[in-house]
């Protein structure tokens, strides 16, 4: 079992930043990638980032590309989202997810990720 709890959100001016983190515990954090997923109000969930487990591999949506970093601190079991150049369209509830995956890749389909964090709200001001 693995747990997975996530900084708290916040509020942003259209154009600023945010760094989100996710602290896991439980299990070892090796072996698991990791992901980022949000839902929007009326919207389905949707990928945003992920980070393969020795951080070979890193894959984006393309609505974030460019802007936004997956991190990951493996000494810290900590995954990162740094979110910069932040959007109206980007607020929205923001969830970490863990998928054991010893083969350092990454997945985008949320329905394989077997840990989910609480979710964290970013509010996003014009």
């Known amino acids: 079992q693995v747990q997975l709890v996530q900084s708290a959100g916040g509020l942003v ?3 600023g930043s945010l760094r989100l983190s996710c602290a896991a ?3 070892t954090f090796s072996n698991y990638a990791m992901g980022w997923f949000r839902q929007a109000p009326g919207k ?3 990928f945003v980032a992920a980070i393969s487990w020795r951080d070979g591999m890193r894959e984006y949506a393309d609505s974030v590309k460019g802007r936004f970093t ?4 493996n000494d810290k079991d900590t ?3 740094q979110m910069n150049s932040l959007k109206r ?3 929205a509830v923001y969830y970490c997810a863990a998928k054991f995956n010893p083969f350092d890749s ?3 389909d949320q329905k394989s990720y077997h840990y989910w964090g609480q979710g964290t709200q970013v509010t996003v001001s014009s």
């Open 89 to 91: 369209e980007d607020a």
């Open 79 to 81: 995954v990162y989202l």
């Open 44 to 46: 389905e969930r949707e």
């Open 70 to 73: 997956i991190s990951r601190d």
């Open 106 to 108: 990454t997945s985008n």
């Open 13 to 15: 001016q259209a154009g």
């Open 25 to 27: 515990s439980g299990r």
